[in-house]
């Protein structure tokens, strides 16, 4: 399977200053962290062009937010280019500048976390191989690189040899390596990592956060928790848009006018917004609502306006 994609970018030293990567202090802030943001590609591309990410980055840093970046997140950055564009090592840096800690998280790190936690691999192994099988559809860079591994789909699929110690990396190393254009391999590894770290022990609700404006990422990010019986779900995630943690960070008074709610969520917008939610007036639960950005903002600030569900 050909791929276009690098792990490391050419121009991986000009962030690297700003960026953590070591796997203890990554594991630290992990676990100090109020809330821990991953973030998907489309709207970290939205949020590192915006003329108010100050207001963003203020606002990650007051509430002690952790941004992450899975290695396949920045693959996509870096696109067939292999290079990041300027802006998003200028906001890698501004996150860093304020005080926010960037944390560039390879997908096999979660295995480390975990291993914090529990004492055999085959236990390890086994959350490994449920989220693979919740996330993984019929036509994927996943399933292409199982069926070309016979022995990396017997391990994963069939729950045979769970006793490895490297099957994490093993996973993760032929999946990105097979990454190709316009695949949905990022939204898919951030729903495996999701899927694995909310049942770290003593994670609680609403820790485990994703900021993506993608609706089909949504979907399957929230389909791969609802698949799970609800006996054996672990901690609960949030899913937020840009219009849905602009009225969650309103909501908790943070500091931003009515333009710069404005301006932040038309950002990458050509007409209307789209936002899945309830107003006042509506019976149906998670009705999709279209409207321009500024009534969404006047609907936003008026009490009971609307409830953003994403």
């Known amino acids: 399977m050909a791929t276009i994609y690098a792990e490391i970018p050419d121009n991986f030293r000009e962030i690297e200053p700003f ?4 796997i203890h202090e990554i594991k630290n802030l992990f676990y100090r962290a109020e809330r821990v943001f991953f973030y998907d590609s489309c709207t970290f591309q939205r949020h590192s062009n915006l003329a108010e990410k100050g207001i963003l980055i203020h606002y990650f840093e007051r509430r002690g937010i952790v941004i992450f970046l899975t290695r396949c997140i920045l ?6 280019q292999h290079s990041l564009p300027g802006k998003y090592i200028e906001f890698i840096k501004d996150l860093q500048d304020a005080g926010v800690k960037a944390i560039l998280f390879n997908e ?11 004492s055999t691999n085959k236990r390890i192994n086994e959350y490994l191989m ?3 099988r919740l996330v993984k559809t019929p036509v994927s860079t996943i399933t292409e690189t199982l069926k070309a591994d016979d022995k990396l789909r017997s391990e994963i699929i069939e729950g045979k040899n769970l006793k490895a110690s490297d ?9 990105r390596g097979n990454k190709e254009h316009e695949d949905n391999l990022g939204e898919e590894m951030i729903s495996i990592c999701m899927h694995i770290l909310s049942y770290v022990p ?12 993608d609706k089909g990422a949504a979907g399957k990010i929230d389909s791969v928790m609802r698949k799970t019986n609800i006996q054996n779900r672990g901690s609960r995630i949030i899913l937020f848009s840009t219009p849905k943690l602009v009225q969650h960070m309103f909501q908790e008074k943070t500091e931003m006018s009515e333009e710069e709610m404005v301006s932040i969520i038309s950002q990458g917008v050509s007409e209307n917004v789209a936002v899945m939610g309830i107003t006042a007036y509506d019976l149906e639960v998670n009705k999709k609502i279209s409207m321009s950005c500024r009534n969404l903002v006047k609907r936003i600030m008026e009490p009971n306006g609307i409830t953003i569900v994403f």
């Open 130 to 132: 449920w989220a693979v």
């Open 19 to 22: 960026i953590i990567t070591d």
């Open 108 to 118: 096999e790190y979660t295995y480390s976390i975990l291993s914090d936690c529990f």
């Open 202 to 213: 003593g994670i609680p609700d609403g820790k485990l956060c994703v900021l993506t404006d």
């Open 167 to 175: 099957l994490y990396q093993r996973f993760f190393t032929a999946v």
């Open 75 to 80: 693959m996509e950055l870096s696109g067939d």
